[in-house]
């Protein structure tokens, strides 16, 4: 660890170690994120591999690249090795539950056939619960190897611009987060492909596959350092789902038929070590043992801002329903007890009065501007326990400040550079609770941020 980030514990019960030598930096909201993915795919020399959640099967990737698909099959045409595993969420042949994902079915493979698609496909069921990891992996085991991990889905209101200008009516528009990482982690991202492309459960099925071909090797070693960050992939991954146990490069073997559970590990972690500010973005807040280590952290003087949607997520708000109160909305409220603390939405300004709601996807946190994580996994129990997730934890002060400070910008539309990261989180909460009261009189807001109330956040 560098000597201004070592105090914050990294996970030690996942597959993977924490890695020094690798290059990170954030991409913030899908217009950019898909930007420099794209770009990282035209230009990968060998290969090119992602996981997919969930996806509009039309969305389009910047800058007039056409769609997700066009995108594979133009890297596929020019002899790539381009393979995509997608999450199949009902049995093949049930009725589509799960609508905004790409699941193989009579229709989808006949519309594969018709455009010629040439790339692998793979698909893999979790019974009942999600494979919720969004990550690319360029040049698997090659000098250039590049990985992508994040939060960011393939939706029409995810790929949107930077700042969130007002959106088309029917389209909205989505706040999400990407990391890009170069170096040994990458080469963890690429391995953890390898086992979930080697263990996909509908593999061995003939609707299991698309011009499916071989498995993949395991990496030997890792990639060449490529910067000064330190990094560590933690994951959630459910016991029995994978049966492989090879070790990872310089690692050790993981039995993951025991399941990992090293992002909660990570978020426990870090919070308890927190000594300032405490920055999260989250579409939930639903993580009690995550609540209760943030009310500690606030009794001791941290500072804490935590940004979910202003809206909340459908589950949340039935929670909330049928469950107005009790042990957890109550430790919820506690924490809007405490003057530093602040929870908050961000919504924009509509041309003829009014305001639109900017969703919260993100999957983030940010602590004392030198340790942040960006990933997939929510703060909810089914993110920590069930789903299957991938995050990107680094120790960087340079890398998260220059994050924080992106995002104070885009949420209150102000340069926090020169402040440090407490005066920025009290910024914040000022400019919030501002905004907070400009909502209630009807008046434009200055910026996205607006804050919202623990005690009836969900009703």
Request: aromatic share 10%; hydrophobic share 40%.
């Amino acid at each position: 660890m560098t000597q201004s980030a070592g105090y914050i514990p990294a996970a030690s019960a996942g597959a993977y170690p924490v890695r020094i030598g690798n290059y990170v930096r954030a991409l913030v909201d899908g217009e950019p994120a898909f930007r420099r993915i794209c770009e990282a795919v035209e230009s990968a020399k060998k290969s090119a591999w992602v996981t997919v959640a969930f996806i509009d099967r039309d969305v389009q990737m910047p800058d007039g690249r056409g769609s997700f698909f066009d995108v594979l099959d133009q890297a596929a045409n020019r002899g790539l090795d381009i393979r995509a595993l997608c999450w199949r969420f009902e049995p093949h042949g049930e009725p589509r539950v799960i609508t905004s994902a790409f699941r193989g079915d009579e229709e989808e493979r006949a519309w594969l056939t018709d455009r010629g698609s040439r790339f692998r496909l793979r698909w893999d069921h979790n019974p009942g619960y999600c494979h919720h990891q969004k990550s690319w992996v360029i040049d698997a085991g090659q000098t250039e190897e590049t990985a992508f991990v994040g939060g960011i889905n393939l939706h029409h209101n995810s790929v949107v611009p930077a700042g969130h200008p007002l959106p088309e009516p029917a389209r909205g528009s989505t706040h999400d987060v990407y990391t890009e990482l170069r170096g040994p982690a990458a080469t963890d991202v690429h391995h953890n492909f390898v086992q979930r492309w080697n263990e996909a459960s509908e593999r061995e099925h003939d609707h299991g596959f698309w011009l499916d071909g071989d498995d993949l090797p395991f990496p030997g070693t890792c990639s060449a350092p490529a910067g000064d960050a330190i990094l560590q992939i933690t994951r959630t991954v459910r016991a029995g789902l994978y049966s492989d146990d090879t070790p990872t490069p310089g690692g050790k073997a993981f039995p993951i038929a025991d399941g990992e559970g090293s992002i909660l590990e990570q978020y426990v972690a870090a919070i308890d070590a927190a000594r300032h500010a405490i920055y999260i973005e989250d579409q939930a807040i639903g993580s009690p043992v995550v609540v209760s280590r943030l009310e500690a952290a606030l009794k001791r003087g941290v500072d804490v801002t935590f940004l979910v949607p202003g809206v909340p997520h459908p589950d949340m708000a039935a929670a909330r329903k049928a469950a107005s109160s009790g042990p957890f909305f109550d430790q919820i409220a506690r924490l809007g007890e405490h003057e530093n603390f602040l929870l908050a939405g961000i919504a924009g300004n509509c041309t003829d009065g009014g305001y639109y709601d900017i969703y919260v996807h993100a999957k983030i946190a940010l602590i004392d501007d030198v340790w942040a994580t960006i990933g997939s996994a929510n703060i909810a129990n089914r993110s920590f326990y069930r789903d299957t997730e991938l995050n990107a934890s680094f120790w960087h002060p340079e890398t998260v400040r220059a994050l924080r400070v992106q995002l104070m910008a885009e949420h209150l539309g102000e340069d926090t550079e020169r402040l440090d990261t407490r005066d920025a989180m009290r910024r914040y909460r000022d400019a919030a609770r501002d905004n907070a009261y400009r909502r209630r009189t009807g008046v434009p807001l200055e910026g996205l941020a607006h804050a919202l109330d623990p005690a009836t956040y969900g009703l």
